[in-house]
C-alpha cells in the first residue's frame, strides 16, 4: 500500500515548493492535482467550450485523455502526447479554472486519475480537496495558509520569474481572493481545513521551515 501525504491550502500558499522538496527529501512522487483541473480547463477553452453551461463542460470532460507517466520524481501529464507546460499557467487559465473546477463530473474524473496514481508509489499530493475527497484516510494530512499579501507576493514573484507577469500586486491579490471564494463556497468538494489535518500558516515562515513542520508531523516509519 503507497503511503500518501496529501496537502491542501489556498493559491500561494506554498503547496507546489514544499511538496515537491517533500518529495525529493523522502523520494516520495509530487503530484500537482491542481494542473489536472487546469489541463481540463486548457483544453475546455482551445475546444471552445462555453464555460457558463454545465452541460458543455460534462460532456466535453468525459472526452479529454490525460496521460499521467512519473517522471524524475514527479507525475507528468499529457495530452495527445502533448505536455501542456506554461499554457496551463497564465492569467486566463487562473480566472475559468474555478468554473470548470466546480463541476461535479470533472472533479470525478480528477479524483479517479489522482486515486489511480497509488501506482506508481509513495506520493506527495497537493491541491484543495486532497485531505477532505480524495485520500481522507490518509495519517499525514496538511493545511497550508498564509495571509493574502504574502501569497500574493508569491503569485506574483512566480509569474514575473516564469515571464508572464501581466498583473499588479493589487490585481494578483484580487484574483486570489476571488479564487478562495470560489472554491471554499463551491457545492462539491469545496476547499476547507480537514478535520485532523495539521494547519500550517507560512505567511511568516522560510519554506525550509515549513518543509521541516510537515516531515517533522509525518509517521516515523514514513521519514526512514
Known amino acids: 500500500m503507497s503511503n500518501v501525504i496529501a496537502i491542501d491550502g ?15 527529501r523522502l523520494g516520495y512522487l509530487h503530484v500537482d492535482s ?16 462555453d464555460l457558463e453551461s454545465p452541460s458543455a463542460i460534462h460532456a466535453f470532460a468525459a472526452t479529454v ?16 502526447g502533448e505536455a501542456p507546460g506554461e499554457r496551463i499557467r497564465t ?5 475559468n479554472a474555478s468554473k470548470v473546477a466546480r463541476e461535479k463530473p470533472v472533479r470525478d474524473i480528477v479524483t479517479s486519475l489522482l486515486k489511480g496514481m497509488t501506482r506508481f508509489g509513495n506520493l506527495v499530493v ?24 504574502a501569497r500574493a507576493r ?14 499588479s500586486a493589487e490585481a ?27 494547519e500550517i500558516d507560512s505567511s511568516d515562515l522560510t519554506l525550509e521551515q515549513v518543509v521541516d513542520a510537515v516531515i517533522a508531523a509525518l509517521p516515523e516509519a514514513w521519514r526512514a
Open 10 to 24: 489556498p493559491s500561494g500558499a506554498g503547496k507546489s515548493s514544499v511538496s515537491r522538496i517533500v518529495g525529493r
Open 126 to 149: 497537493e491541491g484543495r480537496d486532497i485531505t477532505t475527497a480524495v485520500f481522507p484516510e490518509s495519517p499525514a494530512r496538511f493545511y497550508l495558509t498564509a495571509s493574502a499579501e
Open 91 to 95: 492569467p486566463e487559465i487562473n480566472a
Open 34 to 49: 491542481g494542473a489536472l483541473y487546469r489541463i481540463m480547463t486548457w483544453q475546455c477553452l482551445v475546444g471552445g467550450v
Open 65 to 80: 485523455e490525460i496521460e499521467c507517466r512519473p517522471e524524475d520524481g514527479h507525475i507528468a501529464y499529457y495530452v495527445k
Open 172 to 198: 494578483v491579490k484580487a484574483s486570489l481572493l476571488a479564487r478562495d471564494a470560489m472554491d471554499s463556497s463551491r457545492k462539491y468538494a469545496p476547499l476547507r481545513k480537514a478535520d485532523g489535518a495539521l
Open 154 to 167: 508569491r503569485r506574483q514573484k512566480e509569474e514575473v520569474e516564469k515571464g508572464i507577469a501581466n498583473q
